[in-house]
C-alpha cells in the first residue's frame, strides 16, 4: 500500500485548491476518477469560467443567508487573494454586470491551466474511483492507500458526465444532509427561444408534475 500524509478524493476547483493550499512539507495524493481534472469547471459560466465577485467581502457575505458559517472562510482567502494566484501567472481578469469576474481570454481552460501549473509537484492518481474508505489508525482507501488525513472533495450530484455523481454523499457511510437543488434548468413545452437573454428578479414559478 501506498501511504501519504493527506489523500484528497475529487480532482476539481475544491480538491485542487485543496492540494494548493495544504503545505508543501506533506506528502499529498489527489485522487481522480476521469482522465483528466476540472471537467464541471470547464463548462463554468458558458466555457468562460464566471470565477468570482468582485464586491467587497461585507457586501458579497450579504448574499448569503448563513452569513457566519461562510465569513471566516470569505475573509481567510479572499476573492482579490484568489484573482492573483491568476495573476501572479500573467492571467488578468474582466468584470461583467453584478461584479461577476471572468478571465480576459473568456476561457476557462486558462484558468484550470494555471490551476494545473500549481499542482505540479503534487501526485496525481487519474481514472482513480474511490469506493471504499476505512477508519483505522489511518485512513485506507480502496485497500490500496494509507493516509493520514482525508479530504473529501467529490462535488454535487448535477452533471454526472463529468464526474460528479455524489459519491461524497456516501463516501463516509452517512449522507450529511438532505441534498436540495440550488440552480436548475426548465424545459418548457413552448419554444420561448426568441426571448432569450431576458433577465427576471425576485420570479415565483408555480408549477405541476
Ligand atoms: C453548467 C454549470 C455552470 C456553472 N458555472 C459556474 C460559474 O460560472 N461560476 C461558478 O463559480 N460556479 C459555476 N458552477 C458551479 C461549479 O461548477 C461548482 O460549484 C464547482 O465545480 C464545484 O467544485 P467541486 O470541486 O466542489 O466539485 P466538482 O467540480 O464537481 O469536482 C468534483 C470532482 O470529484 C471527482 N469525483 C467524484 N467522485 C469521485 C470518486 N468517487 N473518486 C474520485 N474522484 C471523484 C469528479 O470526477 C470531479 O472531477 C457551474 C456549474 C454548472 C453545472
Do not use: W
Request: glycine letters at 8%; aromatic letters at 10%; hydrophobic letters at 40%.
Amino acid at each position: 500500500m501506498e501511504e501519504f500524509d493527506i489523500a484528497i478524493i475529487g480532482g476539481g476547483p475544491a480538491g485542487i485548491m485543496a492540494a494548493i493550499a495544504a503545505s508543501a512539507d506533506l506528502n499529498i495524493v489527489l485522487l481522480e476518477k476521469n482522465s483528466s481534472l476540472g471537467s464541471k469547471l470547464l463548462i463554468t459560466g458558458g466555457g468562460r469560467c464566471n470565477i468570482t465577485n468582485e464586491k467587497p467581502i461585507k457586501k458579497l457575505l450579504n448574499s448569503f443567508h448563513d452569513k457566519n458559517f461562510l465569513k471566516h472562510s470569505f475573509y481567510t482567502f479572499t476573492n482579490e487573494m484568489l484573482l492573483d494566484l491568476f495573476r501572479n501567472r500573467g492571467l488578468d481578469f474582466i468584470v461583467e454586470d453584478n461584479n461577476r469576474v471572468f478571465p480576459e481570454t473568456e476561457k476557462s481552460q486558462d484558468i484550470l491551466a494555471i490551476l494545473k501549473y500549481y499542482l505540479k509537484d503534487i501526485t496525481i492518481k487519474y481514472n482513480y474511483e474511490v469506493s471504499d474508505i476505512k477508519k483505522e489508525d489511518n485512513f485506507i482507501i480502496n485497500n490500496d492507500i494509507i493516509a493520514e488525513k482525508v479530504i473529501i472533495a467529490t462535488g454535487g450530484a448535477t452533471f454526472p458526465k463529468t464526474g460528479s455523481t455524489g459519491d461524497g454523499y456516501y463516501l463516509t457511510g452517512n449522507p450529511i444532509t438532505d441534498i436540495k437543488y440550488g440552480l436548475v434548468p426548465l424545459i418548457t413545452k413552448k419554444d420561448l427561444s426568441d426571448i432569450a437573454g431576458i433577465t427576471l428578479y425576485d420570479v415565483v414559478i408555480k408549477y405541476k408534475t
